[in-house]
């Protein structure tokens, strides 16, 4: 029972257009959802994340969007750059109050973006 | 800046042997995890501590053991190693969640 679910294993985006990758969760006691960026033989890279509490966090060139009621999340970057090709995972977790610990992530199976010149 | 430290990069183990992955951070985080990623899978939670002497199961922590005597170190112990633990592990460590990884350790059992 997959609780995170990333559905599109690859995108492809041309230089300077908006990345958009999607994430839907199962489990309603979720409250705190991040983003990590992989690269090849490296460790991920925490990119971004947003409490329940808020439907938008933006950080420069990425934004995450929470929809609640669909259960869904969404990671655009804008505007793309050839060094944004990696795999982008979606994680979810429970956490206590805003600055609680996250202890236990659960990731999706990741997104392989591809940024094209 | 080390960051998240994992030795070794590769390993080869037989079936049955014992071996500790280690991992180490620099930052005094209170926080960290042990995750394992297998092909078409996400990263699945082994173990985690949120802080010295304190340790706790994650998704899959069968056949791995943990202990966080410094805040520092955080070694992984397979204690008979199988097949089924192939995997590339990776550290992670963080104020309060897993903020940094450290470059995995690629573990192949025969």
């Known amino acids: 029972d997959q609780q995170v679910k990333q559905n599109s294993p690859s995108l492809s985006v041309q230089e300077g257009r908006i990345s958009i990758l999607n994430c839907d969760y199962t489990?309603?006691?979720?409250?705190?959802f991040l983003w990590y960026k992989k690269y090849p033989a490296e460790g991920p890279t925490f990119l971004i994340s947003?409490?329940?509490?808020?439907d938008k966090n933006e950080d420069g060139r990425f934004t995450v969007f929470l929809n609640k009621s669909a259960k869904h999340l969404s990671l655009h970057i804008v505007p793309s750059q050839p060094g944004d090709s990696a795999v982008y995972f979606c994680?979810?977790?429970?956490?206590?109050?805003?600055?609680?610990?996250?202890?236990?992530?659960?990731f999706g199976t990741g997104t392989r973006l591809q940024v094209t010149l | 800046n080390a960051g998240v430290t994992q030795t070794p990069k590769f390993q080869v183990l037989k079936t049955g042997q014992s071996m500790t992955l280690q991992c180490a951070q620099d930052?005094?985080?209170?926080?960290m995890s042990w995750y394992r990623q297998d092909p078409g899978m996400g990263l699945r939670l082994i173990h985690y501590?949120?802080?010295?002497?304190?340790?706790d199961q994650g998704e899959v922590p069968n056949g791995y053991n943990v202990s966080r005597s410094t805040t520092e170190d955080f070694p992984l112990r397979l204690l008979s190693a199988a097949p089924s633990q192939t995997s590339v592990y990776f550290c992670?460590?963080?104020?309060?969640?897993?903020?940094?990884f450290g470059d995995g350790t690629r573990l192949s059992i025969l």
């Open positions: 992670a460590s963080g104020r309060n969640q897993p903020q940094h």
């Open positions: 489990n309603s006691m979720f409250d705190y």
């Open positions: 947003i409490s329940s509490i808020k």
């Open positions: 994680a979810a977790s429970r956490r206590r109050g805003t600055t609680g610990t996250a202890s236990k992530l659960t």
């Open positions: 930052m005094n985080h209170e926080y």
């Open positions: 501590s949120v802080g010295a002497g304190i340790t």
